[in-house]
């Protein structure tokens, strides 16, 4: 399958802004894996609408996370049931006060990486490790800890990284 | 907000991304998120932190896609991530099959589409280990690359880039993690961004927003060097990390140990050459179809002057690259011996000859010929020796003692344009210890080609260097040897090809190896005979 030169210049933005919509996605679905789905739906309806797209326009992130959210209220009405998910109403709030919020995705994104590097080496594993290895209960398993231990030592290490989080969103700076 | 109010939402936040929030708590949760702007942003604020994570350590735990076999339409319930995307398949039609690195061949189309985490952004003369060139717009997953020589300049995500100079392999292990085993990258990140990680055997080195290279050579030292910004290296060993501020720089010895390093500016390739080269350019590479070079007996004293009088060069080999370059990147080469000495000349077809700007640790890149050759007549042919990566994990006494035999010598002939004279490099056994200058007893002269296409070198060797001198090959005696010729850019910095040759016609089977990893490997070398 060839692509054309537009294609690739499509591909090339979508890849510098599949993080930002995965971000946006995790924000409306806590479920890691009700994410991944949606984020591959996402990507397919981003690539077969990929026409719809003006390349010289740009805003390439706003139309992809409109797509994202369109799979969202989707999966929102196939799954009404699910007790996880947070009311439609709050749902949309949330969004707007994103969106109002300017660039504080992206903000939020480079103070996590500015604090991810202050952590010592030992919690940056540990997060590593459960997120990039998945149920808590094998990363326990190889540690020789419980889950349950794990767990309590994830929040800590998240609720670490939130304060730095919020200190360097309110100075503004990353440096 | 006061305390009691953020430690709450917190703690709701955490139960919400845990799937643990109980309906009292959600519905209290809501009521709060519905009246107070403040809440809501601390919240997204939370749930940032958390998709923040879950993308940057997203990677290895993708399993391998089909995208052939998807039903898009359909979502999965998987909790594993499928890539599956029609676009996925466009992108890895234009990439073809990057090929696997100590193997030489493509994989199966389909088999290595995982999450596309950089593009081909430039490419100079760069070429993938099956001879493929770069292109541009290439995409680069998960998975293990070989570039085999060139400088590729790719773009990944949150704007970060990396400066790739052949031969490299790496793998991409998230959006924001590399994996380097051999070869040097520059990684860039963009202003504001950070968190890159370049992960080695030995080290982990942490972007903490900044320009730095990091180099893996192939006997194993690893170098990190900072630019611009601070980096923090960690050595994967023992833990110890260290902050280094542009300007500096770091080695970690094969033994995992970190230690201050000189800063050398010119170590790392930090921007894509403008030059356009006026000579022919292109993927450089041969098919092998000579097994072995004949070592002929020196009648005469040999004269190292670079007029080979004293050489019969009927006796020599010819190896060219693929056309169209077959006529402007070829070598003839031979070899001759005596009771103390080996002998080598070459005429080697280059249009940018004796250029080679002595890169610390990546001379060979510069342009050289490698020849290796096994002066232990014990080790019979095809020589059994290979290197630790693909030595099983009890390897015989035998294969051992083969594979560490100090009597199986690479030697790097290079001309280096900084000084003007001939260079001799040495590393023995398969082991890959860091080639080391030859010490005094050789002599060696390069000779330009009255054109200025190519050049000739002659080197006398004594055997001592190859640890032999008392008990040097004799007429009779067929040993293993390779020969491989790399050629460079005008500046004698980045290594555009390479060519071997004098390989066994029939390697064996494994490891499945391309001919750029030939030298890590004893079974596929060809033959010196001795008459």
Redesign the interface.
């Known amino acids: 399958?060839?692509?054309e030169p537009s294609?690739?210049r499509f591909?090339?933005l979508?890849?510098?802004n599949?993080?930002s919509v995965?971000?946006f996605?995790?924000?409306l679905v806590?479920?890691?894996?009700d994410?991944?789905?949606l984020f591959?739906?996402t990507?397919?309806t981003?690539?077969?609408e990929?026409a719809k797209f003006d390349l010289e326009k740009g805003a390439f992130a706003s139309w992809a996370c409109a797509i994202a959210h369109n799979h969202v209220r989707n999966?929102r009405r196939r799954e009404s049931t699910r007790?996880?998910l947070?009311?439609e109403?709050?749902a949309e709030?949330?969004v707007t006060?994103?969106e109002a919020?300017g660039r504080?995705?992206e903000e939020?994104?480079?103070a996590?990486?500015?604090c991810?590097?202050q952590l010592p080496?030992h919690q940056k594993t540990l997060?590593?490790k459960s997120?990039?290895?998945?149920p808590l209960k094998s990363t326990a398993a190889a540690a020789g800890r419980s889950a349950n231990a794990l767990?309590k030592s994830l929040?800590r290490i998240?609720?670490i990284?939130?304060d730095c989080?919020?200190r360097v969103?309110a100075e503004g700076s990353?440096? | 907000m006061n305390a009691d109010q953020a430690a709450r939402l917190?703690d709701w936040a955490?139960d919400?991304?845990?799937?643990a929030?109980g309906?009292a708590e959600?519905e209290a949760?809501?009521r709060e998120?519905?009246t107070s702007?403040e809440a809501?942003?601390?919240?997204?604020?939370?749930?940032?932190?958390?998709?923040?994570?879950?993308?940057?350590?997203?990677?290895?735990?993708c399993e391998l896609p089909d995208f052939r076999e998807v039903k898009?339409t359909r979502?999965?319930?998987?909790?594993?991530?499928?890539?599956?995307?029609?676009?996925?398949?466009?992108?890895l039609?234009?990439a073809a099959a990057v090929w696997v690195w100590l193997r030489g061949a493509p994989r199966e189309p389909g088999a290595d589409s995982g999450p596309?985490?950089?593009?081909v952004r430039e490419t100079l003369r760069g070429r993938w280990a099956d001879g493929r060139e770069v292109r541009v717009?290439e995409?680069v997953g998960r998975g293990p690359w070989r570039l085999q020589s060139g400088l590729i300049s790719l773009?990944?995500?949150?704007?970060v880039e990396l400066l790739v100079e052949g031969p490299a392999v790496a793998q991409w292990l998230?959006?924001q993690h590399v994996r380097l085993t051999s070869g040097t990258v520059v990684v860039r990140m963009p202003e504001?961004?950070?968190?890159f990680v370049v992960e080695t055997a030995q080290m982990r080195v942490?972007d903490?927003?900044t320009e730095f290279g990091v180099s893996v050579s192939p006997s194993g030292d690893e170098r990190v060097q900072v630019y611009r910004g601070r980096v923090?290296a960690?050595a994967a060993a023992s833990?110890e990390?260290r902050e280094l501020k542009a300007g500096s720089a770091l080695r970690c010895s094969a033994e995992g140990e970190l230690a201050p390093a000189a800063f050398v500016e010119d170590r790392f390739i930090r921007r894509m050459p403008r030059t356009t080269p006026t000579t022919p350019g292109g993927p450089l590479y041969n098919r092998s179809a000579v097994e072995s070079v004949a070592v002929m007996r020196a009648t005469n004293e040999v004269s190292v002057d670079g007029q080979l009088t004293e050489w019969n060069r009927g006796t020599f080999f010819k190896s060219a690259c693929e056309p169209p370059y077959a006529a402007t990147y070829f070598v003839e080469g031979g070899m001759m011996y005596d009771a103390t000495h080996l002998y080598v000349a070459a005429h080697v077809g280059d249009p940018e000859p004796m250029r080679n700007a002595s890169r610390d640790g990546f001379q060979f890149a510069g342009g050289s010929v490698i020849v290796r050759l096994s002066t232990d007549r014990r080790l019979g042919w095809p020589l059994q020796g290979i290197n630790p990566v693909f030595r099983p994990t009890n390897p015989s006494r035998k294969l051992l003692a083969d594979s560490t035999n100090e009597r199986v010598t690479s030697l790097i002939l290079w001309h280096d344009a900084k000084s003007g004279r001939a260079s001799l490099d040495l590393q023995h056994s398969f082991e890959w210890e860091p080639a080391v200058a030859a010490p005094p007893g050789w002599k060696g002269t390069f000779q330009k080609d009255a054109d200025g296409l190519g050049y000739t070198l002659e080197y006398a060797i004594p055997w001592r260097l190859l640890h032999c001198e008392s008990d040097p090959p004799r007429a009779g005696d067929v040993m293993g040897a390779l020969w491989t010729v790399h050629w460079s850019d005008a500046e004698g910095r980045i290594c555009f090809g390479q060519l071997t040759d004098v390989t066994n016609q029939n390697p064996p089977a494994s490891p499945p190896l391309s001919p750029a990893a030939f030298f890590l490997s004893g079974p596929h070398w060809g033959r010196a005979v001795f008459q």
């Open positions: 399958m060839a692509t294609d690739n591909i090339t979508l890849l510098a599949q993080s995965y971000r996605l995790f924000t806590p479920r890691h894996e994410v991944e789905d591959q739906q990507c397919l981003l690539w077969q990929r999966f007790q996880a947070l009311s109403e709050v709030l949330l006060s994103r919020g504080f995705s939020c994104h480079q996590l990486q500015h991810l590097n080496t997060v590593e997120y990039r290895e998945g767990y929040r998240r609720a990284l939130h989080m919020l969103l990353t440096s | 917190r955490d919400y991304v845990a799937g929030l309906p959600r949760l809501e998120l519905l702007e809501r942003r601390f919240f997204l604020s939370y749930l940032e932190l958390h998709a923040g994570l879950a993308w940057q350590f997203r990677g290895l735990e898009p979502p999965s319930r998987s909790r594993r991530w499928r890539w599956s995307l029609p676009w996925a398949a466009a992108v039609a234009v596309v985490f950089a593009v717009s995409s773009s990944g995500d949150d704007g998230g959006a504001g961004g950070s968190g942490t903490l927003g923090r960690e833990g990390a």
